[in-house]
């Protein structure tokens, strides 16, 4: 599976003013607090200058990190971290020799992890803060055999296993002080419902718009809300530079009932063998992070993939209703909002035979 990403830059989902100036995400604010990360995290330029210059290696091999060229989503690992570790993580992970195979860094919300020996990204993990801790929204992989280890093979790897293994390596560039059971957060258990209706009208916190990976306004559900919020609605979104397929970001309602819009990008079925089931429950989930981010405890969801997307209908409802009972959040109601009674038919049964 590929995309369309030129870089490894993160977006932020919000921005407020610290104490020193800077404008910081609402995850940094939440790991740092208002004056943001101390001088001495290192960022990716920090790599690539201590794999250059302080070890003796050919420069074929250090000192330059790559991004992920061919990713693949994988599930994200179940595991609640405290903001101490969380902090210990975003320091980076640098290997004392060759016979430490990983490097690690943070840019805002997204931890990326690197093959030290080669300098190739392997794994991109998106956290999200919650009230009682920090928790891993999304996971990619890099599907490039020659880039990978020598036994990965890209047709048969198993996405549980690689799951696993990522878990693993986020204790281990934490320090190791996480212990190696870790807990689950399960704030409370949202009511779901599914409805017939019009999602621009719809009396909740926040409701989720299907955008495409530049934000702009388009044709069904994105172009019909733009159009009831009003211009305002695309300047803001022009400004955020873009979202992933499988991510989200949050905006302002503007003129909408609703006093915030969170747009997610939702994967084209290919046959479900390119990683769409995984990407698809991370539209919702980190649309979930997103309305707590925000505060929001209702929220309003189209039937993410079933129009141009092509993903079929009952598949796209089951992995909804598994997606939002299954993640960590303190929305209290989810709304499925259909636009048609097929589409309402097969989300109240996923609904029913989920409970």
Not at 20 to 35: E, I, Q, R, V, Y
Not at 153 to 181: A, T, W
Request: proline fraction near 7%; charge should be negative.
């Amino acid at each position: 599976m590929s995309d369309d990403r030129s870089d490894e830059t993160g977006e932020s989902t919000g921005s407020a003013e610290g104490s020193n100036d800077k404008t910081l995400s609402l995850f940094s604010l939440a790991l740092w607090g208002p004056d943001g990360p101390p001088e001495d995290v290192p960022g990716r330029s920090d790599f690539v200058s201590w794999c250059a210059v302080d070890h003796d290696h050919d420069d074929d091999c250090w000192g330059r990190l790559s991004p992920i060229m061919e990713p693949v989503a994988i599930p994200p690992p179940n595991m609640l971290i405290t903001r101490e570790d969380m902090q210990a993580i975003a320091r980076g992970y640098s290997p004392m020799g060759m016979d430490d195979r990983w490097l690690s860094f943070m840019e805002d919300d997204r931890l990326f992890l690197h093959r030290s020996w080669t300098g190739h990204g392997i794994y991109e993990v998106t956290f999200a803060a919650k009230e009682t801790g920090f928790v891993a929204t999304s996971a990619r992989i890099e599907s490039h055999p020659d880039r990978q280890r020598g036994d990965f093979d890209p047709e048969n790897f198993d996405p549980v296993s690689e799951r696993d293994e990522l878990r693993d390596l986020i204790v281990l560039v934490s320090g190791e002080p996480m212990p190696l059971v870790l807990p689950t957060i399960r704030s409370r258990i949202p009511t779901l419902e599914a409805v017939l209706g019009d999602i621009t009208d719809q009396d909740v916190d926040a409701i989720v718009n299907t955008a495409n990976r530049h934000l702009e306004a388009g044709d069904g559900i994105n172009g019909a809300i733009h159009h009831a919020a009003g211009p305002e609605l695309l300047r803001h979104c022009r400004a955020l530079g873009g979202c992933d397929v499988g991510r989200a970001v949050v905006t302002r309602g503007f003129r909408l009932t609703a006093p915030w819009v969170i747009h997610t990008v939702a994967p084209k079925w290919r046959g479900g063998t390119h990683g769409e089931p995984v990407l698809l429950e991370s539209c919702y989930r980190e649309s979930l992070a997103c309305a707590d981010e925000v505060g929001a405890e209702s929220v309003a969801f189209p039937a993410i993939a079933t129009g141009a997307r092509g993903y079929p209908l009952e598949a796209a409802a089951t992995t909804a209703v598994d997606a939002v009972r299954s993640a960590s959040t303190k929305v209290r109601t989810i709304r499925f909002v259909c636009f048609d009674p097929q589409t309402l038919q097969a989300f109240q049964s996923a609904i029913e035979d989920s409970a």
